[in-house]
């Protein structure tokens, strides 16, 4: 069964870029109906999609945050990341990656998520 | 966007209650609609699907209902397990959205 691990820096000064990776363990990430996904979840407060990517490396934006994100995939390396620049304060939540799929609607699996703080 | 709207944002319960949240979009959404159960530290799980089918290994306890705009989600019996936040999402359009939350949390 696939399984889903968040790995980058818990600190980022602000204006500078937030970097997560996601390892896919427990089967390929070069799933067609799968698209790689980012959520996260500011200190108290919802959860918020932010995009993710098709191992072909087509990939799909929350409005809300398109002009600072990128995602890229690494098929060889069953990895696939997340870079959002330009941080501030309001970056500061757990960040969760998961896999969506398009076919349903839902995400499943996730990680266990990675709590990314921005200070100076 | 759609907004989804959840309903307690918390709610304090003893194991054995009977617990419903409720989840609102801002337009119809059909029933793509999705539940997930969130504990801190712990992967989220995805509980319920197309608003009323129980995902694999989900006790039957919980369950799903709705259509359009509203929604619930019930755990019939609580269990010491099922303290945790929960969140419902729209899958009708893009961006995805989530409610806001519903933390459930032992009286």
Redesign the interface.
């Known amino acids: 069964q696939l399984q889903l691990q968040e790995s980058g820096p818990g600190l980022v000064k602000p204006s500078q870029t937030l970097s997560l990776t996601c390892t896919v363990s427990g089967g390929s990430i070069s799933i067609s109906d799968y698209y790689w996904g980012w959520i996260r979840q500011p200190p108290g407060k919802g959860l918020e999609w932010i995009g993710g990517i098709h191992y072909t490396g087509r990939s799909i934006y929350n409005p809300s945050l398109m002009s600072r994100v990128a995602f890229s995939v690494d098929t060889s390396r069953n990895q696939f990341s997340l870079n959002l620049n330009s941080v501030t304060a309001a970056d500061t939540a757990i960040y969760y990656c998961a896999g969506y799929i398009t076919s349903s609607g839902w995400f499943d699996p996730w990680g266990q998520g990675t709590l990314v703080t921005v200070s100076s | 966007d759609i907004q989804m709207t959840q309903s307690p944002s918390s709610v304090c319960a003893s194991v054995g209650d009977r617990v419903t949240i409720t989840c609102r979009a801002s337009q119809g959404i059909s029933t793509?609609l999705?539940w997930?159960q969130?504990k801190s530290?712990?992967?989220?799980?995805?509980l319920i699907?197309?608003a009323s089918t129980l995902?694999t290994g989900v006790p039957s306890r919980f369950s799903g209902s709705g259509s359009g705009t509203d929604f619930t989600l019930t755990i019939s019996s609580l269990q010491p397990e099922d303290f945790a936040t929960y969140?419902c999402?729209q899958?009708?359009s893009?961006?995805?959205?989530?409610?806001?939350?519903t933390r459930l949390e032992i009286k």
């Open positions: 793509v999705v997930y969130v530290g712990r992967a989220p799980k995805l699907s197309a995902h969140y999402q899958a009708y893009f961006p995805v959205t989530f409610g806001q939350g």
